[in-house]
């Protein structure tokens, strides 16, 4: 069912209207498309999720305007995220997150 809707979030996201300009539920579908990742990232805890998970939360900041309320937060996910992802990369092998690691991450707020 993400799946499916992962490819709408995608769509919106990839939309361009008559003026070549982006679609007005842009930032509504990258947030969801973030969200959906970092759960799927929760619920698995395997790198290449971590990776789409990180990517998201890039395109999401990139994406927002300096003086929006969610960037300090997504600032704060994202560093969290690369600092796992380099804990990870010295402490296992492919395959899943280590326990330890899995339990340490932060709870995540319903914008991002």
């Known amino acids: 069912m993400t799946t499916k809707r992962m490819a709408v979030a995608e769509k919106v996201i990839a939309f361009r209207d008559p003026g070549d300009g ?6 509504a ?3 969801l498309a973030t969200m959906f990742a970092d759960k799927k990232f929760h619920v698995h805890g395997k790198p ?3 990776e789409r998970v990180i990517y998201r939360f890039r395109a999401f900041l990139d994406g927002i305007s300096l003086e929006d309320p969610d ?6 996910q994202l ?4 600092r796992l992802r380099s804990h990870n ?6 395959g899943t997150v280590s ?4 339990d340490s ?8």
């Open 22 to 27: 982006p679609s007005p539920e842009r930032k």
């Open 29 to 31: 579908a990258v947030d």
């Open 48 to 50: 290449e999720h971590l």
């Open 71 to 76: 960037r300090p937060w997504i600032i704060k």
């Open 79 to 82: 560093s969290f995220l690369q």
């Open 89 to 94: 990369s010295t402490s296992t092998s492919a």
């Open 99 to 102: 326990a330890n690691v899995q």
């Open 105 to 112: 991450l932060p709870v995540t707020s319903g914008s991002a």
